[in-house]
């Protein structure tokens, strides 16, 4: 197996590439088509049948899922601005080689292929997964604009609708992914649950001025009032035991020799309750945008413990991270989640890593999970 | 004059103008070339000779600069991104209104129209008088590139070069310019010198990393590193009686659920002495990359003394911010500079703003200092 993972998962290894290392493979641009192209080859040689749902995810068919409903695995394709190799794709592959080792099974099985989960150009995480249960409007999602305006009616050319007819099909979902911290020290667990977070705006203003002349007195410098809230919240976030973090920043007008006049910083914040994350709110002041806000998803339980039970001792560990899984989870399909170890922590990031070894447990643990529930 | 000053000034009103009510007036940019074209029509209008210099600056000449040396007017037309209507055309509309005011004179007269002084498109300052003067190397100027990554050879049609002979033109040169803190408690002062001020890019490395999944304690985020060193520096700044501003910042990858890899902050600093920078950045520490250094600036006494005598009690200041006419005394030209007060002390920005009336002294200022110079 060690050869036939190497060989899928480093087939891909050269589209999207950076300088860095990293990877840059933003939804519905020529480097996502081609990976979809790719997906869809790998998954008709080993005699599936692909088809499209009506928010633009593909399905991997293997067996009528119109007479039962089937067993579904899979994850994404697409990444965040210089990501790593394993985010989605390690879900992909592992799918693909679990389906294929697995054998004849007794039920439909499918891989699915999810669009934009990471949200990295529209900025709305999970699009194809939410657009397909109806969590997200399909008009509101069309408007949405990226970095260089161009809007996703634009960038893709179907018109994405709800699904029901596509969803009927999912008896249930297991998404295997890489675990993105340094939760877990054996090479595969189980996700119990995913954290409440949210994504608030905060439009800092000040008033813009000559960087040489202005004295430090009448300066109104919004860089400062920014940077009192980035120590804050570290702190805030030790305090109350969550996750707190300024990814991104808008400096305007962004001159060396300008105090500026806005700064526009967007804090993300995870916490293992939805209460925690009102406190950390409270405590930081000001009056935010909230951008997005998720609620806590817990996973079948029902379904984790049949897993729990034929594989050999995999840990429960809940995660910060959102997925399509929770999506599923959310609309009322039974779903569950694999994580395969993490040996730095790094995740989004080209160091992002897997060993060889824990990536070969994940498809022996995933091929177990699809020969229990199908078999 | 109030009439004459509102028309010149309101007729450039609407060039580059921003939906802030700011200005956008890049080098090298169509409205650039229109402003240039105004000024050419204005000077020409006025009985002037106009002639480009071989570093791309334009001169509008009354009488022949080749049987002496005359006296030079002038500014720039260009603006920082968003900036303001007063910093540049202030000094260029004031020193047309005061040659024609003047009268007949003895001497011949110019006023210059230096190219890219703000530096904002190509990030470097001066750039039309620092390379007429040969401090700035064509080749190295050449290459620079703006944030479409278009060089400045591609921008300018011309193939800049030093210019001993228009340089040779210049008897002396004074720059007419708003006043750009609140320094300035009556409507027209005499610079005595430039502050010393450098640019200095600190590369914060961190780790990227997962925002939703990344322990604080497994964090090496460099936001939280930039928070500190911002907060320092002002801090210095107040203690040293110095200025310090992070204008500009890149955060990679800048995505709201990443923690960034690397934040990229230029400190602006300028001081009364040099001693007093190098204080500041040994107490900042860390390893910054020095983009620009200027030593300081001392005008010429005599012109200065000169201009005191012929103008009614003018105080005398020092000013932080570079200018063109710094450039010229650097290289030997004896030269003074006016300022025109600053209300509000905003300056950079879209509210910068000079009372009419200042203005008006500012022109009846500068008629006087040409009739004393070249009458």
């Given at each position: 197996?060690a ?19 990293g ?11 081609l990976?979809r ?5 790998e ?7 692909v ?17 039962e409903?089937g ?9 965040v601005?210089?990501?790593?190799a394993?985010d989605?794709p ?16 007794a039920?439909?099985?499918a891989?699915?292929c ?10 709305t995480a999970?699009?194809g ?6 969590a997200?409007d399909?008009?509101?999602a ?12 634009e ?7 709800k699904d ?13 992914h890489v675990?993105?911290?340094?939760a877990l ?6 996700a ?5 977070h ?8 000040g008033?813009?001025?000559?960087a ?6 009448d ?7 920014f ?13 109350l035991?969550?996750?707190?973090t300024?990814?991104?920043l808008?400096?305007?007008?962004n001159a060396?020799?300008a105090?500026?006049?806005?700064v526009?910083a967007w804090?993300?914040?995870r ?18 945008t909230q951008?997005?806000?998720?609620s806590?998803?817990r996973f ?6 049949r897993l729990?039970?034929?594989l ?6 809940p995660?910060g ?5 929770g ?6 399909i039974p779903?569950?989640?694999?994580f395969v170890?993490?040996?730095t922590?790094?995740?989004h ?9 824990d ?10 999970v699809v ?5």
């Amino acid at each position: 197996m060690a050869e036939q993972f190497s060989a899928l998962f480093g087939s891909i290894a050269d589209v999207g590439r950076t300088g860095s290392g990293g990877y840059r493979r933003f939804a519905w641009t020529g480097e996502d088509r081609l990976l979809r192209e790719w997906f869809t080859g790998e998954a008709v040689a080993r005699g599936a049948e692909v088809v499209p749902d009506r928010a633009g995810n593909l399905w991997a068919w293997w067996g009528d899922p119109d007479t039962e409903p089937g067993v579904v695995l899979g994850s994404h394709l697409d990444s965040v601005p210089d990501g790593g190799a394993y985010d989605g794709p390690l879900g992909i592959v592992s799918s693909l080689l679990a389906v294929e080792a697995a054998g004849p099974l007794a039920r439909p099985v499918a891989v699915a292929c999810f669009a934009d989960e990471e949200g990295a150009r529209f900025g709305t995480a999970c699009a194809g997964s939410r657009l397909l249960t109806g969590a997200l409007d399909p008009s509101q999602a069309l408007a949405l604009k990226d970095a260089d305006g161009i809007t996703m009616a634009e960038a893709r050319s179907d018109r994405p609708d709800k699904d029901p007819e596509a969803l009927a099909r999912i008896g249930c979902f297991v998404e295997l992914h890489v675990e993105q911290g340094r939760a877990l020290e054996v090479p595969v667990g189980l996700a119990t649950e995913i954290w409440p977070h949210g994504r608030w705006r905060f439009d800092l203003e000040g008033q813009a001025n000559h960087a040489g002349t202005t004295r430090l007195v009448d300066r109104d410098d919004p860089v400062l009032a920014f940077a009192s809230m980035v120590l804050a919240a570290r702190r805030h976030a030790e305090q109350l035991g969550l996750l707190a973090t300024f990814g991104r920043l808008q400096v305007s007008p962004n001159a060396v020799n300008a105090v500026p006049g806005l700064v526009r910083a967007w804090l993300d914040a995870r916490a293992p309750t939805e209460d925690l994350l009102l406190q950390l709110l409270e405590r930081l002041g000001g009056d935010p945008t909230q951008e997005s806000w998720t609620s806590a998803v817990r996973f079948d339980l029902e379904l984790a413990d049949r897993l729990s039970d034929c594989l050999s001792a995999v840990p429960r560990l809940p995660t910060g991270a959102g997925h399509d899984a929770g999506v599923l989870q959310e609309h009322g399909i039974p779903t569950a989640m694999l994580f395969v170890r993490n040996p730095t922590g790094i995740s989004h990031a080209p160091e992002e890593h897997a060993d060889l070894d824990d990536c070969l447990a994940g498809v022996a643990a995933l091929t177990t999970v699809v020969q229990e529930l199908a078999g």
